[in-house]
Structures are given as C-alpha cells and as structure tokens.
C-alpha cells in the first residue's frame, strides 16, 4: 500500500510541487515523516491546518497574481 505522499506524488507533475514542499513542512513541523503516524486525534488537527493554511496561501498567491495583470493592464494603458 503507497503512502499518502506517494499518492501525491503520483498525481502530481513535479516531484516537489509547492503543495508537497508546504506538505512536507507541516510534516516537518509536527515531527512525523508520514500522517499515519500521527495520532487520531493529531490527525485530524494535522489536516485542519494543512487545508486552513493551504487555502490562505493560495489566496494570496491568486491576489498576487491579480495585482499583477492589473499591472500589466496599467502599463498597456500608458503606451
């Protein structure tokens, strides 16, 4: 049976996409190398925070990416 990062891995195109370098981290960060070594319990709060956490740096990354098209638009504008 493949290991939860193994699984993502296989669906993902680059080894070490964002998504698993930030997965990786919080792994780090509850001092685990796999989520099924965590409790039940820490399990459940691992996810909240990769999912919470996750979801706050993608909107940021999708606000980044939108002041920087309203850039691009600025500057057609001045031409």
Not at 6 to 24: G, V
Not at 51 to 69: L, M, P
Request: aromatic share 10%.
């Amino acid at each position: 049976m493949k290991t939860l990062l193994e699984r993502i891995e296989m669906f993902t195109e680059e080894k070490d996409s964002e998504y698993q370098k930030f997965f990786k981290a919080k792994l780090k960060e509850f001092g685990v190398k796999e989520p099924d070594e965590l409790s039940k319990e820490d399990k459940k709060k691992f996810y909240s925070e990769v999912e919470k956490e996750w979801d706050k740096e993608e909107d940021h990354e999708d606000d980044k990416d939108k002041d920087e098209d309203d850039k691009d638009e600025d500057d057609e504008e001045d031409d």
